[in-house]
């Protein structure tokens, strides 16, 4: 296929996706520089690339002629462009996320956290210098910290026969040498994990109810009718599960925040909120973007010629259960 | 979707009467109760890290290979998916492991003073 070849097409795509991006930009630049007027238009051009996009997408019904074209040259040649073009958007979105997780690492191996002070726990039962009557962790840990997790020095520095004394907590430079990450009152409580817990097997459950979306949307064999109502509930059931994950994630921040003063000041709290913050809004996008996809399944706007954009939806939202399989276990129980 | 199904996943399609994507569904539920069940378990450090990272690195897979289709899909899009990994992991060797000054000792043409206010005194 030839760049003449192009012009032989009744669609050439959208100005959608770029009046988006636009609009993205214009956003972030308002937010950040905290001016509320350009935020405003930055969301006011988002919305309008949105619904352009969508206005566009509706009598999309798969075909070359409505603009499914296939890529040429190395190495996507063959493919459906809009199918590289997702895989490309998710590089980006593994630089992302790899970026966090780099900075994330790199303090986490300078700190001295719950684990570390279960260690030394351990290390001073071990050689035998442990305060008197104190022989698990569980005791010396509980010496260590009030029920709310505030450090008490001195009894700890006790209680570790000086193991764990003062420079545990800060450094000499005066800087925080112990971190109070959100795992620490996460696996400390049953019920604080449970909201996490939950959302995980809501995903993993979500990542499913797409592909029955799909496999529903190319199903041939099921008359149309039938097929368009299995493939809105299905879309609506990820819906709802998205939903629960978001709403479950503000009442656990809310928990961290009011019971525990675990906020954004702190470094570890930083690392905590940016990164799960920055998944939640991938969550929140993919539901936005998912509400159209059942709106069209209402009309009937999917059959087994035009299910590729639940399939490139698909492969976002497994990319977001794919994020969390690393934030669940790195933030939440580390 | 179901076209693409290989020897082996049509193989497990006719003995159970259910495709890859839902064992594969299965499967990550099942890790993901392990997963949370390894932190009750009064593991060493070492032990619940490893369960962890074990229990990551095969979610992971499922999840890639199957869900995104990537089992079954063009090579290239494997390699494409995969090449960002490449500076993940020059990242992780060069900065997160090696470098201890690599977040919070940047130099000034790269911390602007913004990146001051987020610091914190307080443990």
């Known amino acids: 296929m030839s760049y003449d070849d192009h012009d032989d097409h009744g669609h050439h795509g959208s100005w959608a996706p770029i009046i988006a991006s636009l609009g993205t930009m214009i956003f972030l630049f308002g937010f950040s520089e905290a001016n509320m007027g350009i935020t405003a238009i930055g969301i006011v051009v988002l919305v309008w690339g949105m619904f352009t996009w969508w206005k566009d997408d509706l009598p999309f019904d798969g075909s070359e002629e409505m603009g499914e074209l296939e890529a040429y040259g190395t190495p996507f040649g063959g493919m459906k462009i809009r199918k590289a073009g997702i895989w490309l958007f998710l590089m980006s979105e593994v630089m992302i996320f790899g970026s966090f997780f780099g900075a994330y690492i790199r303090m986490r191996s300078g700190w001295n956290t719950h684990w570390t002070l279960r260690d030394k726990a351990q290390e001073a039962i071990d050689t035998g210098v442990a305060g008197e009557g104190l022989t698990d962790i569980d005791s010396i840990v509980h010496a260590c910290m009030t029920d709310k997790h505030k450090p008490l020095v001195a009894d700890c520095n006790d209680a570790t026969g000086g193991l764990v004394n003062e420079t545990f907590w800060i450094t000499d430079a005066g800087t925080p040498a112990y971190h109070h990450v959100a795992a620490e009152y996460i696996t400390a409580d049953f019920w604080t994990l449970l909201p996490g817990a939950i959302n995980t097997f809501a995903l993993i459950l979500s990542s499913f109810t797409v592909v029955l979306a799909l496999k529903a949307a190319k199903n041939a064999d099921l008359e149309a009718r039938v097929r368009d109502k299995k493939v809105r509930n299905y879309l609506a059931i990820t819906l709802l599960l998205g939903t629960i994950f978001l709403i479950l994630k503000l009442w656990e921040w809310n928990h961290l925040i009011h019971d525990y003063d675990f906020t954004i000041s702190t470094l570890a709290g930083s690392f905590f909120y940016v990164t799960t913050g920055a998944h939640g809004i991938h969550v929140f996008i993919g539901l936005i973007f998912i509400t159209y996809f059942i709106y069209k399944a209402h009309i009937g706007g999917w059959d087994p010629n035009n299910a590729q954009s639940i399939e490139y939806y698909g492969l976002y939202w497994h990319f977001v259960d794919l994020a969390w399989v690393i934030i669940f276990p790195a933030f939440y129980l580390y | ?123």
């Open chain 2, 1 to 123: 979707m179901g076209e693409h199904q290989s020897g082996w996943q049509k193989t497990l399609h006719e003995k159970t009467g259910q495709d890859v994507y839902f064992w594969n569904f299965i499967f990550l539920m099942v890790f993901t109760a392990i997963e949370v069940g390894a932190v009750y378990l009064s593991l060493t450090y070492g032990w619940t890290v490893f369960a962890l990272v074990s229990v990551g690195v095969v979610k992971f897979f499922g999840i890639a290979a199957f869900f995104m289709h990537l089992w079954d899909d063009e090579r290239e899009l494997t390699y494409t998916f995969a090449f960002p990994f490449i500076f993940v992991i020059i990242l992780f060797i060069g900065i997160a492991f090696t470098n201890p000054e690599g977040v919070i000792g940047l130099p000034a043409w790269c911390s602007p003073d913004i990146i001051g206010s987020y610091t914190s005194t307080s443990p």
